[in-house]
């Protein structure tokens, strides 16, 4: 069945969001999607509709009466991967439908690898297209959404292919309960009719969505929820995931000279900042790092519910792990039984290699971890456990047995009836505090780490030639502002209205997301050379919560990447102007569902252009969470601007960016050759050269403000 109702909603659909303040006109490079692609894009967005339920789509179900994967093994380059799922659906060795999928699980996630690689070594689309058709039918939901997603980011033939927004997808996961129960009030009691719309309007429910605090507000911290449940920060961890899974082998599917290591500190790192700076904006301070043999004072109620009708499990105020673990009675049901345990031991073995500057592999051969630029991706791998490490069995999944701990799981009662915390869904781990409690213990094993670094010498900072003259920037002010997101995938629908050409009943949720008014700055830079430059901004705090000036040597892990770009140096004055829009880093809103299924009909109708430019494509961090919120009368942050010489990285294959985004296996998003976090990635022993010495970098002091209306004027505090 065709999605023919997508054209019904187009004129009232502009359902993802408001547009941001005087939206930039600016557009990155694009590719025009031709009809082959179109005809794979209308095909993948097919099968995430209404995912929870039976497809009743007639090209589908011709596929479903006349494909057998038994007798389709020739269709396949890795024959293995057929007779796997072959046998685990011999054997009943598969989740059922309707129970809750969670990826750090093993029996799941083997189930997940297994149907993934039945995915990926499809010989061509449409076989990948019709064993996705008949995994539908007969997969567990959860599990084939994340197998058929990683998927279509992984396989070369759908590069180019544009995923739906996973919070329209799944949005149990993202919305309160509340908000879905509405959701489903709404759809008992409609009469079947279309809902009448005027002068353009929504034709249909509108339901505005709350934060978490708006029913239990147990502790201060809540105040922060609008950033932690943010759907759009919230989904770039998810993606990233999908890009680069932790149970990926780098070899095997040929994402090894990604740097996948140093991306893995990369974005945790920037989350871990980034949240901070935020915290600063609320009154709030340092995050505290979580002791496991000390009550965890933050408390966390999700106010999540799963499709099934199972909450999200709760942790109480001053959750004492230990003894949460004890009364597991060293469980052999699961693993997790034994998870304070293996946190424990884990944890100690890495603290030893770092300290030691060396593990052991699988044959008991040492690993450095000092010796070459290669080392850090090794050790981040290593603190990952993913199958690029060392010894992933002896330097285990630490992070994965402390998921389940302060989540607060309950220990399953069968590998197909679990309850997963928060913590443990890549989608929701970052809606709980206690997240980035945990993660500081990953953020101090590269401080512990760093500290056997050498600090860069001026030399090694220096641009010769070029410096910095001074800063232009506009006045910085964010708001709230109004954002929609479809609801239709939340609730179900009979079997009558999913044979239905067209859909009549429609429900969004509104939620109120920060954003901020456009700006642009401007570098003056002198040069006394034509020269190729690499230029990096930064934000970061310059006090702390109390007012307290904060040293250079201890703040540089809390700077938070803007942007990173080449320029074109000329001899002499050179004004280097950009605009927040330019960044690479970040992204607007993703494109509704519905929205882009009725793009891409009308580019397949020749009725419009469906492009391709990578920023709904690859894992950006919201572009309305691009500065933190700021307070009415200006909160004080600084910038940092650094210009230095240009390194091309060799690992880089822009030829293969069809799409002009990095797709993974061709090097990773890595502008030149430098260290990702370039120039914070080492200890910074001399805060008076770093500050005040190097010409080609500079410190730039000024406020946020942020407004309930933007468009006031008030004078500079």
Not at 93 to 102: L, R, V
Request: net charge neutral; aromatic share 20%; glycine share 6%.
């Amino acid at each position: 069945m065709k999605l023919v109702f997508i054209f019904v909603c187009a004129a009232f659909c502009a359902s993802s969001g408001a547009t941001p303040l005087g939206e930039s006109t600016h557009h990155s490079n694009y590719k025009v999607a031709d009809k082959e692609l179109l005809d794979k894009q209308k095909k993948v967005l097919s099968l995430f509709k209404h995912i929870n339920q039976h497809t009743h789509d007639e090209e589908h179900e011709e596929v479903l009466n006349s494909f057998k994967l038994t007798e389709s093994r020739d269709l396949f380059t890795d024959t293995e991967a057929v007779d796997k799922i072959i046998e685990f659906y011999t054997n009943g060795y598969q989740m059922p439908k309707g129970e809750i999928f969670c990826l750090h699980y093993p029996e799941h996630r083997e189930q997940a690898i297994a149907l993934f690689d039945l995915f990926y070594y499809a010989k061509d689309f449409d076989t990948f297209y019709k064993t996705a058709i008949l995994s539908r039918k007969w997969v567990n939901e959860g599990l084939f959404l994340y197998s058929y997603s990683v998927a279509i980011i992984h396989r070369p033939d759908t590069y180019g292919i544009t995923l739906p927004p996973i919070y329209e997808i799944y949005p149990h996961y993202f919305f309160n309960f509340d908000t879905i129960q509405e959701a489903y009030r709404y759809k008992q009691t409609w009469d079947g009719k279309p809902i009448q719309s005027v002068s353009g309007k929504y034709p249909g429910y509108t339901i505005q969505a709350n934060y978490s605090g708006s029913y239990l507000n147990l502790h201060p911290e809540q105040s922060l929820a609008y950033y932690l449940e943010d759907i759009g920060i919230n989904s770039f961890y998810y993606t990233y995931y999908l890009y680069y899974p932790f149970w990926m082998s780098g070899t095997k599917y040929g994402i090894s000279h990604d740097r996948r290591g140093d991306l893995y500190f990369f974005i945790h790192q920037q989350l871990f900042s980034r949240y901070y700076l935020e915290r600063l904006s609320n009154g709030f301070g340092q995050i505290s790092i979580l002791d496991f043999d000390s009550p965890v004072e933050t408390p966390y109620y999700p106010s999540l519910q799963y499709q099934n009708g199972l909450s999200f499990p709760e942790r109480p105020r001053f959750a004492k792990l230990a003894d949460y673990f004890y009364s597991y009675g060293q469980s052999d049901k699961s693993l997790f039984g034994h998870s304070y345990s293996y946190y424990k031991d884990y944890s100690r073995r890495i603290r030893n290699a770092i300290d030691r500057g060396y593990a052991h592999n699988k044959l008991g051969e040492r690993v450095e971890l000092y010796n070459n630029k290669f080392s850090y991706d090794q050790l981040s791998n290593l603190l990952q456990s993913n199958p690029d490490s060392p010894d992933g069995h002896f330097y285990g999944p630490w992070l994965g047995f402390a998921r389940h701990l302060v989540g607060y799981s309950y220990l399953p009662l069968s590998t197909d009836k679990v309850a997963p915390s928060a913590l443990e869904h890549l989608e929701t781990s970052l809606r709980d505090p206690a997240f980035y409690q945990l993660y500081k213990h990953l953020m101090l094993y590269y401080v512990r780490y760093q500290s056997r670094l050498t600090p860069y010498t001026k030399n090694e900072l220096i641009f010769p030639g070029v410096s910095i003259e001074k800063i232009e920037l506009d006045r910085l002010i964010t708001y709230f502002d109004e954002f929609y997101s479809d609801l239709s995938q939340a609730v179900y629908y009979s079997e009558e209205e999913l044979k239905e050409k067209e859909n009549h009943f429609f429900v969004r949720a509104k939620q109120y997301r920060l954003n901020h008014k456009p700006f642009t700055y401007k570098i003056h830079v002198k040069s006394d050379k034509d020269t190729k430059a690499s230029v990096k901004i930064f934000i970061g705090p310059k006090y702390d919560e109390f007012g307290r000036y904060i040293n250079i040597s201890d703040n540089r892990y809390n700077f938070f990447e803007l942007d990173k770009f080449v320029y074109d140096l000329k001899a002499g004055d050179n004004i280097i102007k950009r605009s927040s829009f330019e960044s690479k880093i970040f992204a607007p809103d993703k494109t509704s569902y519905y929205d882009l299924y009725k793009k891409v009909l009308g580019a397949l109708n020749d009725k419009e252009e469906f492009t391709v430019s990578g920023r709904e494509n690859h894992f950006y961090f919201p572009q309305r969470y691009m500065l933190p919120k700021g307070s009415s009368g200006g909160h004080p942050f600084q910038f940092y601007f650094i210009v230095y010489p240009y390194k091309p990285y060799a690992g880089n294959k822009p030829s293969e960016w069809t799409y002009y985004y990095v797709r993974p296996g061709v090097g990773g998003p890595y502008v030149d050759d430098t260290p990702i976090y370039y120039p914070f990635d080492r200890p910074i022993k001399y805060g008076r050269m770093f500050y005040d010495e190097i010409p080609n970098a500079i410190f730039y002091e000024t406020k946020i403000y942020h407004k309930t209306d933007p468009n006031s004027v008030t004078s500079e505090d």
